[in-house]
């Protein structure tokens, strides 16, 4: 977004999640790496106009924060990253990272691509399975 721009820009919310299969640095980078590029790849987003993204993990996921991966994209050292550890409920899924991002953006809600990649896709199957060959910018 650009300083001085008012137009439609409006504050939007976008989810997605990912699985590892070990918890490991290579996993992690690996994932969040591929889940950020599906972000990036399927919807008009740049980090300019992050507010500020929040990493979850399971508990079973500490070798790296995933923040710490986010912040060695391009022009992600600027945005306001936060890690926490996700909530353990009995039979949730494992190894999971998620993220959730505030961004401006002026598409509408319904247009944003929510990736749910691996065997997160399941999460929510109604994002999943869109074609996301509509959402490349």
Same mark, same amino acid.
């Given at each position: 977004m650009q300083q001085g721009e008012i137009?439609?820009?409006?504050?939007? #919310?976008?989810?997605? #999640?990912?699985?590892v299969p070990e918890?490991?640095?290579a996993a992690m980078t690996d994932a969040v790496?591929?889940?950020l590029d599906a972000l990036e790849t399927n919807n008009p987003i740049t980090p300019d106009a992050m507010i500020s993204v929040t990493f979850s993990v399971t508990s079973d996921l500490d070798a790296i924060f995933p923040a710490a991966i986010a912040r060695q994209r391009p022009n992600w050292d600027t945005v306001p990253l936060l890690d926490v550890q996700h909530m353990q409920v009995v039979g949730s899924l494992p190894m999971c990272i998620r993220f959730l991002i505030h961004t401006y953006m002026t598409i509408p809600q319904a247009d944003i691509y929510h990736p749910?990649?691996?065997? #997160?896709?399941g999460l929510r199957p109604d994002w999943s399975s869109v074609d996301t060959s509509a959402h490349a910018p």
């Open positions: 137009g439609n820009w409006r504050v939007r #919310a976008i989810r997605g #999640a990912t699985t918890n490991s640095v790496t591929e889940l749910y990649l691996r065997g #997160a896709s």
